[in-house]
């Protein structure tokens, strides 16, 4: 059974959910997720890569977008579940410094 990606909020933190591809086709969940950021109640972001096993450009820079619209939580986004490879590509485009990579 495939899980759909998704947004969720629990315990003050924006879970971001994310499928087997991180490209364009997911900027809904990203404006969803900078909505949320902009509330004021929620602490953190944090996007699950887990599921992830291709980064497109266009998903680079959706997690680009989401640092700079993420407002007063732009320090505490973190991805979660990265894979090497996933880390390796965020390391290459310089985007490494702007997550907490856990």
């Known amino acids: 059974?495939?899980?759909?990606?998704?947004?969720?909020?629990?315990?003050?933190?924006?879970?971001?959910?994310?499928?087997?591809?991180?490209?364009?086709?997911?900027?809904?969940?990203?404006?969803?997720?900078?909505?949320?950021?902009?509330?004021?109640?929620?602490?953190?972001?944090?996007?699950?890569?887990g599921r992830t096993r291709r980064v497109f450009f266009s998903g680079l820079a959706l997690l680009l977008m989401l640092c700079q619209r993420a407002g007063r939580l732009e320090g505490h986004i973190k991805l979660v579940n990265c894979s090497p490879d996933i880390e390796e590509q965020l390391s290459a485009c310089s985007l490494s410094p702007k997550f907490q990579i856990l």
Not at 5 to 33: H, W
């Open 1 to 49: 059974m495939q899980v759909s990606p998704e947004v969720t909020v629990k315990d003050q933190v924006i879970y971001v959910r994310m499928g087997e591809r991180l490209d364009c086709s997911m900027v809904n969940l990203f404006v969803e997720a900078c909505r949320l950021a902009k509330l004021g109640e929620n602490r953190e972001i944090r996007v699950d890569l």
